[in-house]
């Protein structure tokens, strides 16, 4: 394995692309667990079926369309939530329909043979390119910058958003920073795991950080951890045995959480 990753750039990409995700992982998915935002988030990273959809039938690399549709979709999340009666799970629900009606109807205009998306839905790290690095390292350093630079009100923030409001804060645009900055996390994250299994990665890794963690940073570095942990072993799992590597890295983290939920629940007893 070490040869290989000595010898061979896409398991260089590989690797870089585990520490990147590992650092996405950590922040995102803490937030994501804090705010109960799970559902809406699936409808976002659904969405982007239409732009990867829209980038085959066009000719330019699916990513890029990916982003644009998740982008849009993480501004209409909390507008119509907030100006409309349609309820976040209604919402959740079209968002998630239309992107993925939308990705089927653009591949089957895409002229010849209909595009492979097994790596797009289920992800593949071994087939990360450096474009795809490129894109993790240019989001990861923006969700770094954003995060950091205002750590102490977005901390107050998730965990109480009318205290927050109550401080001055207009909360609303928080709201619109954060979306946006899980739509283009999500599409950092495609090619590793897939739109299928994406926000498993994002939230299986804080779940269990939350069993233990005692502080929002605690939560945030061990969700680095281990999202770094689970993807290096659903990477040899892929190289070794030749399959998708997001299934591998799914199965692992689940497996993980299981054991650290009968560990905690045989420390209570005791």
């Keep these: ?56 039938m066009l000719g330019f690399e699916p990513i890029y369309g990916a982003f644009l549709f998740t982008t849009v979709a993480a501004m209409l999340v909390p507008t119509i939530d907030r100006k409309s009666d349609t309820g976040s799970e209604n919402l959740t629900a079209m968002l998630w329909s239309f992107g993925m009606a939308l990705g089927i109807l653009f591949i089957a205009f895409t002229p010849g043979y209909p595009p492979d998306m097994n790596s797009y839905l289920f992800g593949n790290i071994l087939t990360i390119s450096k474009a795809n690095l490129n894109v993790m390292i240019l989001v990861t350093t923006l969700v770094l910058g954003v995060l950091l630079s205002f750590y102490n009100i977005w901390k107050a923030y998730l965990f109480d958003g009318e205290f ?8 609303l645009w928080m709201d619109y920073v954060l979306y946006f900055l899980i739509a283009i996390s999500i599409v950092a994250l495609i090619k590793l795991v897939g739109i299928i299994l994406i926000m498993a990665l994002l939230t299986i890794p804080p779940s269990i950080s939350r069993f233990y963690a005692r502080s929002f940073s605690r939560l945030i570095l061990s969700s680095m951890g281990l999202g770094l942990l689970f993807s290096l072993m659903g990477l040899v799992v892929s190289y070794y045995y030749s399959i998708p590597s997001g299934a591998s890295i799914i199965l692992i983290s689940v497996l993980a959480y299981g054991l650290a939920l009968v560990a905690k629940k045989i420390i209570a007893r005791r």
């Excluded at 990147?20 to 982007?48: D, F, P, Q, R, Y």
């Excluded at 927050?164 to 909360?171: L, N």
């Design 1 to 56: 394995m070490i040869n290989a990753i000595a010898s061979y750039q896409f398991m260089q990409n590989a690797l870089w692309g585990a520490v990147l995700a590992s650092i996405l992982t950590g922040i995102i998915g803490a937030i994501i667990v804090e705010k109960k935002w799970l559902m809406l988030s699936s409808g976002i990273a659904h969405s982007s079926f239409g732009g990867i959809g829209l980038g085959y």
């Design 164 to 171: 927050t409001f109550i401080m001055g804060i207009k909360t």
